[in-house]
């Protein structure tokens, strides 16, 4: 089933990519764990095999391409370009072991000495630190700028600008970049966009549909949704993700495991319920919080304080299930509150069926880190505070999770009333 266009959404996540086996008739796709396969005999196919001239080559070895695998690359471009680019351009995907795995592929495929490329300057930590601390390592120039403000991109680019990369809704603080209007800046300077999509997965937002070239997602989060596998991939034009295999699945060697891929192929098939219902718990969370004595400001792109708000309602279809939230108890409560939840884990990562807490001090968050300037840590500062708490929204009962923060709310635990001078000690003697 390749007629991705004639099915809908739901439909493609249950069956794109997967068909019955041939000899047993199994519905649900063998988990082909080969690491090497037969080769065809001499002659065009073999040649196929072996160089990655075409994107549906005879496998030869799972660095480069598995059954499997391939699967979840055909049931990630059903779902998030079904009918390819605007112009018809043919999508393909590329799954790699890790999100990261897929910013790394990205950037060392698409940028060379001398290049240079604009990025969010608060994203995934993981991806702000790549392009800030090791990119310049290579010769590759970096402008860390705000991108939901779209004149500081036109800014920032150069004549040898290659690549503009953005996360919307951004990792952790949840700025919303404006996909369509810096896919018009990309393509008036003649380069290309990135979109880093993994906070909306394909359920509740398109970045292809807006003029993106290239989406990112670490399929670890919704797209897998069950917390128990790795996972990352890279969608682009057919030519590009050939070159992105070719140079750099095969060279930087970060393949995914094809039993990974089989567990994210599972949890596909009910992204679309699930992310119904993550939006929903999340905005009742959200309006809870946003209506209790204790919390200083909700930054949920789903209520109407939230800046970006129209634009989310714009560009995507939910508002998906993270937020953030400041406590007026600062560090303190904040630290009592992590304590104190039962229902909630005091934990990193999101995007599945568990709801998690993470505390992150703007100090260590944003004031430590080397790559950004005075005046974006205190613009970044207005927006977050002394720090902000992230919670990805689990697909628990929002009764629960409300009734678990109102609990949580109240009072200080030990370590919630000692820990911000400990705290405060212990950094004065890094
Ligand atoms: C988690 C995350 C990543 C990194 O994904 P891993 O699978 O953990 O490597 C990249 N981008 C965003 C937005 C993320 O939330």
């Known amino acids: 089933m390749d007629n991705y266009d004639e099915f809908d959404f739901e439909t493609n996540a249950v069956h794109a990519g997967e068909e019955a086996d041939l000899e047993t008739g199994s519905l649900r796709l063998p988990i082909d764990m080969a690491t090497t396969y037969k080769l065809p005999k001499f002659g065009g196919k073999l040649m196929d095999a072996l160089l990655l001239e075409t994107s549906r080559a005879p496998h030869a070895y799972t660095r480069w391409s598995n059954p499997t695998l391939r699967a979840l690359e055909d049931r990630l471009v059903a779902l998030e370009a079904p009918k390819g680019l605007p112009d018809g351009t043919k999508v393909t995907a590329v799954a790699v072991a ?77 700025r919303i970049v404006d996909i369509a209007a810096i896919a018009a800046i990309a393509h008036e300077a003649g380069i290309k966009l990135a979109v880093d999509s993994t906070w909306a997965s394909p359920a509740l937002q398109r970045p292809f549909e807006l003029g993106a070239d290239f989406v990112l997602h670490s399929l670890t989060k919704y797209v897998n949704g069950h917390g128990d596998a790795l996972g990352g991939a890279v969608l682009g034009r057919e030519e590009d993700m050939l070159k992105l295999r070719r140079d750099m699945l095969v060279h930087l060697g970060g393949a995914m495991s094809p039993f990974n891929a089989w567990l994210i192929i599972r949890g596909m098939v009910t992204l679309p319920m699930r992310i119904k219902q993550h939006c929903e718990n999340a905005q009742k969370v959200a309006e809870f919080l946003e209506s209790n004595s204790k919390v200083l400001r909700v930054v949920y792109p789903g209520l109407e304080s939230h800046p970006h708000h129209e634009l989310a309602a714009r560009q995507m279809s939910g508002f998906g299930g993270m937020l953030t939230f400041q406590l007026k108890g ?101």
């Open 98 to 174: 890790t999100g990261m795995a897929a910013v790394s592929a990205l950037a060392f495929t698409f940028l060379s000495k001398g290049d240079h490329i604009i990025v969010n300057e608060v994203c995934y930590a993981g991806a702000v630190e790549l392009f800030g601390l090791h990119l310049p390592r290579f010769g590759i120039e970096v402008s860390l700028v705000d991108t939901s403000d779209p004149q500081q991109v036109r800014d920032a680019l150069r004549p040898n600008t290659k690549l503009i990369y953005i996360e919307t809704p951004a990792n952790p603080i949840l």
């Open 330 to 430: 600062g560090m303190g409560a904040s630290i009592s509150m992590s304590e104190k939840i039962k229902v909630f884990s005091y934990a990193t990562s999101l995007g599945h069926a568990h709801s998690l807490l993470f505390y992150y001090p703007t100090d260590l968050y944003v004031d430590a880190v080397t790559y950004l300037t005075d005046t974006q840590k205190r613009s970044i500062r207005e927006w977050t505070g002394d720090g902000i708490v992230r919670a990805s929204i689990g697909l628990e009962s929002a009764d629960d999770l409300i009734k678990d923060l109102d609990q949580a709310l109240r009072g200080r635990t030990f370590r919630g009333a000692v820990g911000p001078l400990a705290y405060s000690v212990l950094k004065g003697k890094q």
